[in-house]
């Protein structure tokens, strides 16, 4: 249902505070719109992503239903060393997504 892109521009050093970009596909329905039927269409939008590296957490958003669909979360890091993201996401339907990257400092 849904893909997660960390994207961090260059090559990050050790000590440099980068811009992390954190794009997750998800539809993010609102829970105000009707179907062609006149029903309405349930709210399913993330309500949780949580942005760890090496197990410590970084970044957490609890996002409403005003949040676009395929929302971009942005956040400064500090580069310490090379290690582990983990990207952690889950919607109001119960799904539920997760993304593993490398960072490679310099």
């Given at each position: 249902m849904s893909s997660i892109r960390l994207i961090i521009s260059g090559r990050?050093?050790?000590g440099q505070i980068v811009l992390v970009r954190l794009l997750i596909q998800h539809p993010m329905e609102t829970g105000y719109r009707f179907d062609v039927n006149g029903r309405q269409i349930a709210?399913?939008?993330i309500?949780?992503?949580v942005c760890e590296f090496d197990g410590q957490e970084v970044f957490r958003a609890e996002p409403s239903s005003?949040?676009?669909a395929n929302?971009?979360?942005e956040f400064p890091f500090r580069v310490a060393r090379s290690g582990q993201w983990l990207v952690r996401w889950q919607d109001d339907a119960g799904a539920q997504g997760e993304w593993?990257?490398?960072?490679?400092a310099e």
């Open positions: 990050p050093a050790v709210r399913n939008a309500r949780l992503v005003g949040i676009s929302p971009l979360f593993r990257q490398a960072l490679t």
